[in-house]
């Protein structure tokens, strides 16, 4: 783990791993809900593929919060955090159910690579909650993971130069849907109604790192 100063008021963690920027986001985010010490100037907790960065307020020691972050690191390292490792990871996690029409042009491609039938890719996807680790690439885009690991699939070859608003698709670990009309790479499975990305709704995105996703097949499919 290396811990980098941007700007005066926030630090950016690397870290190896997917897996360790959740573990390491969950542990600070209830350091930072109880709010003690270094915690108390931390505004916000942004992860992504391997960083996390905490936004904190003016005029922070970000010295004596670098060293917070490392031995709270540590701590979840060696597993000394009985708190994390004794609650539920999911109790005050956010819960979005999705309709999905899963008639995507991809379906068949997906049932080829997996070896799963369209039905069964389709149980798959709607057979496992998955969780939001992080956004980007799109406002409203989020990047899903903890789905059923058969699912894996590689992106196109060749992406498409556009990819309708509500589209859903696969792609590695990841599930996601396009908020609105771009080009993308991924195995289009479905696609949903549900509106990702609102200006005027607060949060604007439907969908925040921690939430819990559940899709669910529309009526007729």
Same mark, same amino acid.
């Given at each position: 783990?290396?811990?980098?100063?941007?700007?005066?008021?926030?630090?950016?963690?690397?870290?190896?791993?997917?897996?360790? %920027?959740?573990?390491?986001?969950?542990?600070?985010?209830?350091? %930072?809900?109880?709010? *003690? $010490?270094?915690?108390?100037? %931390?505004? &916000?907790?942004?992860?992504?593929?391997?960083?996390?960065?905490? +936004?904190?307020?003016?005029?922070?020691?970000?010295?004596?919060?670098?060293?917070?972050?490392?031995?709270?690191?540590? !701590?979840?390292? *060696?597993?000394?955090?009985?708190?994390?490792?004794?609650?539920?990871?999911?109790?005050?996690?956010?819960?979005?159910?999705?309709? %999905?029409?899963?008639? $995507? =042009? &991809?379906?068949?491609? +997906?049932? /080829?690579?997996?070896?799963?039938?369209? !039905?069964?890719?389709?149980?798959?996807?709607?057979?496992? #909650?998955?969780?939001?680790?992080?956004?980007?690439?799109?406002?409203?885009?989020?990047?899903? +993971?903890?789905?059923? #690991?058969?699912?894996?699939?590689?992106?196109?070859? *060749?992406?498409?130069? /556009?990819?309708?608003?509500?589209?859903?698709?696969?792609?590695? *670990?990841?599930?996601?849907?396009? #908020?609105?009309?771009?080009?993308?790479?991924?195995?289009?499975?479905? /696609?949903?109604?549900? =509106?990702?990305?609102?200006?005027?709704?607060?949060?604007?995105?439907?969908?925040? #790192? $921690?939430?819990? +996703?559940?899709?669910?097949?529309?009526?007729?499919?």
């Amino acid at each position: 783990m290396r811990i980098l100063p941007m700007g005066d008021a926030a630090l950016l963690v690397e870290t190896g791993d997917l897996a360790t %920027v959740l573990a390491l986001e969950r542990h600070l985010t209830r350091l %930072v809900r109880r709010g *003690e $010490g270094p915690w108390a100037t %931390v505004d &916000d907790l942004v992860p992504a593929a391997r960083t996390l960065l905490l +936004v904190a307020r003016p005029d922070t020691d970000l010295a004596g919060l670098a060293a917070a972050v490392t031995a709270a690191g540590r !701590n979840l390292a *060696e597993g000394d955090s009985a708190e994390d490792a004794g609650s539920p990871p999911d109790a005050d996690s956010p819960h979005v159910e999705i309709a %999905v029409r899963y008639d $995507g =042009p &991809d379906l068949d491609d +997906v049932a /080829r690579l997996t070896g799963l039938a369209p !039905n069964e890719v389709v149980a798959a996807h709607t057979g496992t #909650p998955w969780r939001v680790a992080f956004g980007g690439f799109s406002p409203g885009f989020a990047y899903l +993971v903890g789905g059923d #690991p058969r699912l894996m699939v590689p992106r196109r070859a *060749e992406p498409r130069p /556009r990819v309708p608003a509500g589209a859903v698709g696969l792609a590695g *670990e990841f599930s996601g849907i396009y #908020p609105r009309e771009s080009p993308g790479g991924w195995q289009l499975i479905g /696609r949903t109604d549900a =509106p990702l990305w609102d200006p005027d709704r607060d949060p604007p995105a439907l969908l925040s #790192p $921690g939430a819990l +996703v559940r899709f669910v097949a529309a009526a007729g499919c």
